[in-house]
């Protein structure tokens, strides 16, 4: 019988699986607001919106992950993650996310017209770079540096 008190878990991205592990819980930021899953939560589908994403592990560890979006799948004790993108904060190199951010930002504001969907890439841009900035910001300060 399944420990009742683990949930199988599972983020992926087109290009690989980010992690995969049996943990205790995790918060996801979804369109809806942020979800806290435990074992035995009801089953949803919900789509995910750039932010962060914070698991704690079995052994009480805490492994943050930065996604720009996708969907989340809860099942009886299993989450699935299907994300456009997902890193780990400790692969995230801060300076670079803050100046991405800061090239769109500039980018929206030097655009004389722009049309929905150019509005849209970039605010996409801006709300991901800011997901990885505010991830490793929340993981440097669970680890102390």
Do not use: C, Y
């Not at 030097?110 to 841009?125: T, W």
């Amino acid at each position: 019988m399944p420990d009742q008190k683990r949930i199988k878990f599972e983020i992926a991205t087109p290009e690989r699986v980010v992690l995969k592990e049996e943990i205790f819980q995790v918060t996801v930021p979804t369109v809806e607001g942020e979800i806290t899953v435990l074992p035995k939560h009801s089953p949803l589908v919900s789509i995910l919106k750039p932010g962060v994403l914070e698991v704690k592990k079995i052994d009480g560890e805490i492994e943050i992950i930065s996604v720009s979006g996708g969907f989340v799948e809860v099942l009886l004790n299993k989450v699935i993650i299907l994300a456009d993108t997902a890193e780990r904060a400790e692969e995230i190199d801060l300076e670079r996310a803050e100046e991405a951010k800061r090239r769109a930002e500039e980018s929206l504001k030097n655009i004389r017209s722009v049309d929905a969907a150019q509005f849209a890439n970039i605010a996409a841009q801006i709300e991901k770079e800011l997901a990885r900035s505010r991830s490793v910001k929340r993981w440097r300060h669970l680890k102390g540096r």
